[in-house]
């Protein structure tokens, strides 16, 4: 009897830790997830930004002596 409530212990406890373990997987495939996001947003506004500046530059407003 004592056997059998040792391995039903046992038992609980590995389906807790996978239980655990694919909570852990859910919560680092989320995150990626939100990362990859977050990254995407930032590099859309940092192109944006990129061409505003491009169209404020503009010629120089004074030309070199030696040109």
Do not use: H, W
């Not at 009897?1 to 391995?7: D, E, I, V």
């Not at 406890?13 to 990859?36: D, G, H, M, N, P």
């Not at 977050?38 to 530059?57: C, P, S, T, V, Y």
């Amino acid at each position: 009897m004592m056997k059998q409530s040792l391995q039903g212990l046992i038992l609980e406890i590995k389906e807790s830790s996978e239980q655990s373990e694919l909570k852990c997987l859910f919560y680092q495939q989320v995150t990626v997830r939100a990362t990859l996001i977050d990254n995407f947003g930032f590099i859309e506004q940092f192109k944006a930004l990129n061409a505003r500046l491009d169209d404020l530059q503009s010629t120089p407003r004074y030309r070199s002596p030696t040109s």
